[in-house]
C-alpha cells in the first residue's frame, strides 16, 4: 500500500505527483523554466559533431539530463503571473552543466 502525503503518493522514494493543490489551489501550472532550457539546449549540443559518438540511449540521456539538473538552480515560474527574465548568462551555466554531463556519463556508461 503506497504512503501518502497530502495529495502525493510516496512509493519506495520517489514522489509521484497527481494533482498538486495548498488550500485548493492546484499547483499543475509552476514549473521549473531550468528544465526546458536543458531540454532544448542539450537537443542542439548533442547534435554537434564533438559528441556525435554519444550514446544517445534513453540511460544515458536520462543521466545526462539528472545530473545537468542538479548543477543548476531551479527557476520555477507560474505560466499567468511570474515572467522570469533568464538572460544568456544563464544559457552559458546551463551549456557548462550540459558538458560536464555529457562527459560524466560517457566515461561512466552503467549499461552494456
Known amino acids: 500500500m503506497p504512503l501518502w502525503y497530502n495529495n502525493f503518493v510516496i512509493k519506495g522514494n520517489m ?28 537537443e542542439k549540443i548533442l547534435d554537434r559533431p564533438a559528441y556525435s559518438k554519444m550514446c544517445s540511449c534513453g540511460i544515458c540521456i536520462e543521466d545526462i539530463y539528472g545530473l545537468a539538473l542538479n548543477k543548476l538552480p531551479p527557476q520555477y515560474r507560474h505560466s499567468h503571473s ?13 551549456e557548462s552543466a550540459i558538458i560536464a554531463a555529457i562527459k560524466k556519463v560517457g566515461k561512466t556508461k552503467k549499461h552494456l
Do not use: A, F, P, Q
Open 15 to 42: 514522489m509521484k505527483t497527481g494533482d498538486r493543490s495548498v488550500k485548493g489551489y492546484l499547483l499543475k501550472e509552476i514549473r521549473n523554466e531550468t528544465e526546458v532550457k536543458v531540454c532544448i539546449l542539450m
Open 82 to 94: 511570474i515572467n522570469l527574465k533568464i538572460g544568456k548568462n544563464h544559457d552559458k551555466k546551463i
